[in-house]
């Protein structure tokens, strides 16, 4: 089974502050996304990865940066968090290359306050 | 640039009436994948269903869809819909040229007793 785990699940932070959202897969999937989730704006994408050092801008990517140190990991730093940025955030691998059909696999999501 | 429509931002229906939830695409990509993604309350989305081939039905779940290059269109359809049904659906397309998901907007369907 394929297996997407975010860290931190909660998270409150202060205006101004620094957010760091962790990905780790163990599909071994090439391809890793940033999503956001808000009512009435579907799953936006904010940055995504094809590999280990790559980094690419999605939809939505101003105030966010990510980083892919490796295969496994994905992260998404939020370097001076706006109450704006309050969301649900998904972390997803996909298998779009070897052949694969493109289908995600999401994380268990990460809850985001900025107060 | 690639693109996918879903009509209606929210269903609602009562228990035992039959489902369809509209989903159009645009791509110039000949080949594409076309998927539905179900998400529960507080839950993450998880594939419900998949496509590659025209104009073949796909079924999962009591769900099916049937891709239909013709019309660009993967429709979501069940016979007979149930309390446990309600929830967002996302139509999504890949093109796999460039390893680029898109989604829908989603529709939420609500299912009364």
């Known amino acids: 089974e394929a297996a997407v785990t975010q860290s931190p699940r909660n998270k409150v932070a202060v205006t101004g502050g620094k957010v760091t959202l962790s990905c780790n897969q163990t599909?071994?999937?090439?391809?890793m996304y940033w999503y956001r989730q808000d009512t009435g704006h579907g799953l936006r994408l904010i940055h995504y990865?094809?590999?280990?050092?790559?980094?690419e801008k999605g939809d939505i990517p101003d105030g966010y940066k990510a980083s892919r140190p490796s295969q496994e990991n994905f992260s998404l730093i939020l370097e001076l968090a706006t109450p704006s940025q309050t969301s649900v955030y998904f972390c997803?691998?996909?298998?779009?290359?070897?052949?694969?059909?493109?289908?995600?696999?999401f994380g268990e999501g990460s809850k985001l306050t900025v107060l | 640039g690639d693109s996918v429509t879903q009509t209606e931002g929210l269903v609602t229906l009562t228990e035992g009436l039959p489902v369809m939830l509209n989903c159009t695409y645009q791509?110039?990509?000949?080949?594409?994948?076309l998927f539905w993604y179900v998400q529960h309350l507080n839950e993450s989305p998880r594939l419900l269903l998949k496509?590659?081939?025209?104009?073949k039905r796909t079924e999962h779940q009591g769900f099916h869809a049937t891709l239909h290059k013709s019309s660009s269109s993967f429709h979501l359809q069940k016979s007979s819909a149930q309390l446990s049904d309600s929830a967002l659906y996302y139509c999504?397309?890949?093109?796999?040229?460039?390893?680029?998901?898109?989604f829908g907007d989603g529709t939420q369907l609500v299912v009364k007793p």
């Open positions: 997803a691998s996909g298998d779009a290359d070897w052949g694969g059909t493109g289908q995600l696999y």
């Open positions: 599909n071994n999937h090439n391809n």
């Open positions: 990865s094809y590999g280990a050092g790559s980094t």
């Open positions: 791509t110039i990509y000949s080949n594409p994948f």
């Open positions: 496509s590659f081939t025209d104009n």
């Open positions: 999504a397309l890949s093109d796999r040229s460039n390893n680029r998901i898109f």
